[in-house]
């Protein structure tokens, strides 16, 4: 399929009810009683799936280029890289403003 063919309408429902199934197994996770560490990793993941999901066939990133798939994943990273960085910070800030 190229990029000017679209997806039908029952590709787009399968789609869909897989997503629903994933937060379904998300809801059943939390209630699983697992350790906090061991269940933020699966719904990070569960969660990172649903992404991108969503972005290849919701925002047709599936028929672009590779390396524009690619400079949006340099992106993420480097935007979650940063954050990283300038949160502690935040952090330490209120915790001197509190002082």
Known sequence: ???T???GMKSYLVIW???LLIAGAEVVLTYRGFSTHTLLGLLLVLAFVEAGIGL???MHLKY?????RW???VAVIFVLLMMNEIWP???RMASLALR
């Open 5 to 7: 063919q679209n997806l």
């Open 1 to 3: 399929m190229d990029a």
């Open 89 to 91: 910070d935040a952090y």
């Open 64 to 68: 672009e280029r590779l390396s524009l």
């Open 17 to 19: 009810t897989g997503l």
């Open 56 to 58: 290849l066939y919701f």
């Open 71 to 73: 400079a949006l994943i």
